[in-house]
């Protein structure tokens, strides 16, 4: 729902992504943890299951409800959203239609180093946002993304290592889990959308599939797609290698 409102390259959408994120994760860690270690995330349940603190065979259950429950709430998501407008600014050499000349605004593009013409259109919030989808920055190149989903990735699964699998969890640890979630928002969103989830980043690609038109969907939508599966992986992968070396309070490998 957050990110078919706020547009997350601006001030105000990006700490509103931020927040959101953030102080979810702090509720619904808080309200399910105890049930069943509130992952939500694939990643996390198999960090957890490379510290034993998850047996294999469930980890097959954990994803299929994680991937199921992410499905869902993309779908409801865009049943709520994709009839209301949303106004975007487009470049004039790209609207093949006549468009009235106080509708135009020029300006200059620091990072082209161009001058520029927009004017505003309108459309549906859903088209607008790609049904949430967390997509590859314009500006930015694989390799970028990779290391971004897989730095930030690390952090965030070694804070749950540390504070809610090493020890019993505490009234703190949802704090902490949910402020590091915002922290790595505020470092990457502008890169990645930091989905550091394989869920958040593949349910709304398979929603916009399914509730908007081959026009609406952008043309790279699917080509970096790997980088949120790589990158959370292979963050979530180092965060236990180094936990198991250096960080576990009971059976670390270098005491």
Same mark, same amino acid.
């Given at each position: 729902?957050?990110?078919?409102?706020?547009?997350?390259?601006?001030?105000?959408?990006?700490?509103?992504?931020?927040?959101t994120h953030g102080l979810a994760t702090i509720v619904v860690i808080a309200t399910f943890g105890p049930i069943s270690g509130g992952h939500f995330n694939p990643v996390v349940s198999w960090a957890a299951v490379l510290i034993r603190k998850l047996h294999p065979l469930l980890l097959p259950f954990y994803m299929f409800s994680q991937f199921f429950g992410g499905f869902c709430a993309c779908l409801l998501?865009?049943? @709520?959203?994709?009839?209301?407008?949303? +106004? %975007?600014?487009?470049?004039?050499?790209?609207?093949?239609?006549?468009? *009235?000349?106080?509708?135009?605004? &020029?300006?200059?593009?620091?990072?082209?180093?161009?001058?520029?013409?927009? =004017? +505003? @259109?309108?459309? =549906?919030?859903?088209?607008?946002?790609?049904? /949430?989808?967390?997509?590859?920055?314009?500006?930015?190149?694989?390799?970028? /993304?990779?290391?971004?989903?897989?730095?930030?990735?690390?952090?965030?699964?070694?804070? #749950?290592? *540390?504070? $809610? *699998?090493?020890? @019993?969890? =505490?009234?703190?640890?949802?704090? +902490? #889990?949910? *402020?590091? !979630?915002?922290?790595?928002?505020?470092?990457?969103?502008?890169?990645?959308?930091?989905?550091?989830?394989?869920?958040?980043?593949?349910?709304?690609? !398979? %929603?916009?599939?399914? !509730?908007?038109?081959?026009? &609406?969907?952008?043309?790279?939508?699917? =080509?970096?797609?790997?980088?949120?599966? $790589? /990158?959370?992986?292979? /963050?979530?992968?180092? $965060?236990?290698?180094?936990?198991?070396?250096? @960080?576990?309070?009971?059976?670390?490998? +270098?005491?």
């Amino acid at each position: 729902m957050q990110a078919n409102v706020y547009d997350i390259h601006q001030p105000d959408g990006l700490t509103h992504a931020a927040l959101t994120h953030g102080l979810a994760t702090i509720v619904v860690i808080a309200t399910f943890g105890p049930i069943s270690g509130g992952h939500f995330n694939p990643v996390v349940s198999w960090a957890a299951v490379l510290i034993r603190k998850l047996h294999p065979l469930l980890l097959p259950f954990y994803m299929f409800s994680q991937f199921f429950g992410g499905f869902c709430a993309c779908l409801l998501s865009a049943c @709520l959203q994709k009839n209301r407008d949303f +106004i %975007v600014w487009e470049n004039v050499g790209s609207v093949r239609y006549s468009i *009235m000349n106080d509708s135009i605004e &020029s300006g200059y593009n620091r990072v082209h180093n161009t001058t520029w013409k927009k =004017t +505003i @259109l309108l459309t =549906t919030q859903l088209a607008a946002t790609s049904s /949430g989808a967390t997509t590859l920055g314009a500006e930015n190149v694989w390799w970028e /993304g990779l290391m971004s989903e897989t730095i930030t990735t690390y952090f965030f699964v070694t804070i #749950i290592l *540390m504070n $809610a *699998m090493d020890t @019993l969890p =505490t009234a703190a640890s949802p704090v +902490i #889990i949910g *402020m590091m !979630v915002v922290c790595d928002i505020f470092a990457t969103a502008s890169i990645t959308g930091t989905a550091m989830n394989p869920v958040r980043a593949l349910s709304p690609n !398979v %929603v916009a599939e399914i !509730v908007l038109s081959s026009a &609406s969907i952008p043309h790279n939508f699917w =080509t970096y797609h790997y980088i949120y599966w $790589a /990158g959370p992986y292979l /963050g979530s992968t180092i $965060a236990v290698i180094g936990y198991k070396l250096l @960080l576990s309070r009971n059976d670390r490998f +270098i005491a």
